[in-house]
């Protein structure tokens, strides 16, 4: 069967820096369009980053867009995002996806677009 694990998850201060990684099994990682969603307590979940099946296309939410950076490497099955000067409001479970779905001019944003989803990895930032 499908599985999606997250890790890299942890506390950590107000401008510091965390890599999140996500590894999948049970499906063929490169047909897959990855992204990564969050949700703070309280919140609806909410996209972050999204990335085509060849890595070669990546989108950003305004929050995050010039301190995250994702990237899939396909040999190994992984997706990851880079996350630098990180900020209080950047506490949330963080959940990796994967969508089946193929458009020709854009990514899938929106989580009813994605087919599988990991357990999330909790990152708290501290002031």
């Known amino acids: 069967q499908v599985q999606v694990v997250e890790s890299g998850g942890g506390l950590v201060q107000a401008g510091g820096s965390l890599r999140l990684s996500c590894t999948t099994s049970?499906?063929?990682?490169?047909?897959?369009?990855m992204a990564w969603f969050r949700q703070a307590q309280g919140k609806e979940r909410e996209g972050v980053s999204y990335?085509?099946?060849?890595?070669?296309?990546?989108s950003y939410a305004d929050s995050v867009k010039g301190r995250f950076t994702i990237s899939r490497d396909n040999a190994k099955n992984t997706l990851y995002l880079q996350m630098n000067s990180l900020k209080p409001e950047d506490t949330a479970m963080y959940y990796c996806?994967?969508?089946?779905?193929?458009?020709?001019?854009?990514?899938?944003?929106?989580?009813?677009?994605?087919?599988?989803w990991g357990q999330g990895t909790q990152v708290t930032v501290s002031s």
């Open positions: 049970g499906l063929t990682f490169d047909g897959y369009a």
């Open positions: 996806a994967a969508s089946a779905r193929v458009y020709t001019t854009y990514l899938p944003r929106f989580p009813h677009e994605y087919n599988y």
């Open positions: 990335i085509s099946r060849s890595g070669g296309f990546r």
